[in-house]
């Protein structure tokens, strides 16, 4: 990585932010792009001072020519993850993870096409699946249209790759957690939530009981994992980044709380109607591809990553105001 | 049908208009809806003098909520079809397999969300799969910019079903030729150039060695599948709708001949590579699940449906020229 010029998109948002770092930190020559939509995860303080190229911009954006040419790693993380966002504004989130990554892709193909790229997928492309684990192999059925989007967004790298010969690697992440996420949207998952709930001593909300099941998974492992998918080996390629290991969301809530040792309760509330309609109920990610083909394994338990998030927030509280 | 309000999106196309006179002869109310992009197959002398109510607009246009208000079932046939096109300009294909289909579908569920909805996708979703026949259960792995587009505007109606309780189908179409197919595009596919070739005498040029097999339907069959897929049975359910039998491009070439005594020699040219990119080999589709659930078998074999293809031209000699 040192001296490799990686470009980012999504660069200033939770995943971006914390892989620009790493490929910083790292000695790489980093530029980002990101378009700041607000409702999503980014934010220019999440670099804070380091020496970082930023184009503030929509990867469907012309000026994006300039930023990826020579670049020898081009990491497309920019994308919406709100699933109900999806369902109330369809359109917005097909631009966003879908017609735009099109756009993109044909800027590194016409200034750059011997860059290496690696998309950010999610398992939420699986939707309700007949048999848990989810593998590679298992026929995608999305619940919401953020499902559909990003699949589509996947596929086209892999097209790119077969018919333009582009070196592309899309990875389908489950539920990450960690520092240098937006605590104080209700959109980007169930884990900010909740940690911005203890971080408070704010009750959990849990919808339903609380039995689904969920691999979560440390951005600091996803960030080790979009490393390696560098690889040649990879090229071409889909593969799901998920968690050995899965807890159930009353779990997941219980360690947070006893963890961080926060007084927040946790209640068990009725499902809201446009959350119901698309959950996917209990999920687990076999993740075994990319064990075998590029040697990741995820080293972080949710004990352990949760000890390390909660010492982020209490030393960076601007992430629990919502300026 | 009789009496039943029906609205065909892409209704003066190729297999639009054919369903769309299907169902005024069986004394359907008839509304079309087709923006009649140039390159497209839509013309409005598909339907001559029969009376159908027409709005030119693409599906995303706010005044189709005035067209499928209080329609009992919407055929939802609009779309591209030309795989070369996706990858000439992967922006155009997206926003008319997948985005119009998101507004459009937003609008029905506003003005008419009882509608039923049958939507027409493609076996090129597919793309190259390790086994053949490919069914519902193969994972799709498209090729090209369509196959994605095409693959995310089904799963659209998928979610709608889902979350939305819409009732609605989608049924993946094989290689279709027949009546009222635009014979002088070179973007719909070989079986109208073949055609066009042998009614013309002109050589007829096949790439590769033409030993890749497709399983050939008739459009009378796949009108009557669309007719089919509207029973209760069918909704939220993908379909495959192929015929049994394949045969290779050169076999279907010397049928076309034969059967039309035309003077049309066969030529084997290399492949152009931006075809070659993108294709698929041999593909065979396995349409068992719609033979099961809802009864439907191919009727008309290649030998019987190219000698209805070769009169129906013969009668309607404006199909070759290019105005």
Redesign the interface.
Known sequence: VRGAVCVVTGGLGFIGSNLALRLAAAGAAVRVIDSLVPTHGGDVRNLGAVDVESLIARISDPRCAEVVEGADVIFNVAGQVSHTAS?ID??LD??LN??DH??F??TVRRVSPSSRIVHVSTRQVYGRVPHLPANE?????????N???K??GE??H??YA???SMATTSLRLSNVYGARQRLTSDELGFLPVFMRNVLADETIEIFGDGSQRRDCLHVDDVVDAMLLATDDEAVGKIYNVGHRCSQSLAEIAEMMVAISGSKSEIRFVPWPGEHQ??DIGSFKTDSSKIEAELGWVPTIDLAEGIRRTVTFYRDHPWYQSSI
């Open positions: 369902m369809p359109r097909l631009e879908t017609v099109a756009a892709l044909e192999n298992t026929v995608a059925n999305p619940v919401d249209v499902g559909v989007a699949l589509a596929q086209l892999m097209v077969r018919a333009h309609r698309i």
